[in-house]
């Protein structure tokens, strides 16, 4: 692919502009044994400026016709979206703009904001930035190139630093790329090597953002010992204070809870539904 066209003074200046949200949500890796809260793609908190912005299926909820850049739930026009012919493939500022509107997207706001799980952290350190660009350019390349266009939609939602990258840019799978960048749905039509170079680009933006520290390379870190994460008790207590911030209507964008949460978060019309599973003990 052709070389990476963000510059640091540009990625600065689009640390700056979601700075204030994401120190309000994150300070640095999550607590141990926390993880993001699971939010899917077609899920909305609108009242808090968090919407849905797949124009390319029938609203979920919302009644009327859905354009680029409106959301599917409630209709409001959220977000100036280029149509594919319009995307300016490889133009920096082009990037930068669809990395701001994303953050008006539950899931990718979500993923822009929320603390980096340690399983995931320590992947980063690991890997070390120089391989972990290499595996992000991999893992969208293809997720986009895929003759199905859920492909990639398996990827998971913790414990993983080139997921978090990829949903928080929309590069997760082909249907997500479609809306966000431009790529085709229709399996015989193949994304251009500009298209491919912009998601990729999307998702490495992601890492330089929320990573700026990362060493060029990788070094040995210790295994997360079961016996540093939450017990039970611990887990109840914080899947009720988590039930409570929902049922209070907190923005959900950020929120972490326990990797054994007995919580299942599901859409319901105008909001978010927050339910308790059955308690399995450890």
């Known amino acids: 692919m052709s070389a990476y066209p963000f510059d640091p003074d540009l990625i600065e200046q689009l640390r700056q502009k979601i700075a204030s949200k994401h120190e309000e949500l994150s ?3 999550a607590p141990p044994g ?5 939010i899917v793609c077609t899920m909305t908190s609108c009242n808090h400026g968090r919407h849905c912005l797949d124009h390319l299926r029938r609203p979920h909820k919302y ?3 859905v354009a680029p850049g409106n ?3 409630c209709g409001a026009p959220v977000t100036t979206m280029p149509g594919a012919g319009d995307l300016r493939y490889g133009d920096p500022d082009q990037l930068a703009s669809t990395l701001e509107s994303q953050q008006h997207e539950l899931i990718r706001a979500h993923y822009w904001h929320v603390p980096i799980d340690e399983w995931a952290y320590n992947q980063a350190l690991r890997l070390g930035k ?8 991999k893992a969208v390349v293809a997720a986009m190139t895929s003759t199905d266009a859920w492909a990639g939609r398996a990827a998971p939602y913790t414990k993983n630093i080139v997921a978090y990258a990829q949903h928080a840019t929309a590069t997760c799978c082909r249907n997500c790329g479609a809306y966000w960048h431009g790529i085709s749905r229709d399996q015989s039509v193949a994304p251009t090597t500009e298209q491919l170079n912009h998601t990729v680009w999307a998702a490495q933006a992601w890492l330089n953002i929320r ?3 990362l060493p060029e390379f990788g070094r040995e870190v210790p295994a997360i010992r079961r016996a540093n994460l939450p017990g039970t008790d611990r887990v109840s207590m914080i899947d009720d204070q988590v039930m409570d911030k929902l049922t209070a209507g ?3 964008t950020g929120l972490v809870v326990p990797d054994d949460t007995h919580l299942s978060i599901t859409a319901a019309r105008g909001s978010l539904v927050v339910a308790r599973m059955i308690n399995i003990d450890r």
């Open 34 to 38: 926390m993880v993001p809260l699971k």
């Open 63 to 65: 009644s009327g016709e």
């Open 250 to 252: 907190t923005d959900p």
């Open 130 to 137: 120089t391989e972990l660009l290499h595996r992000i350019e």
């Open 27 to 29: 300070s640095g890796p």
């Open 211 to 213: 990573l700026p520290d």
């Open 71 to 73: 959301c599917r739930d």
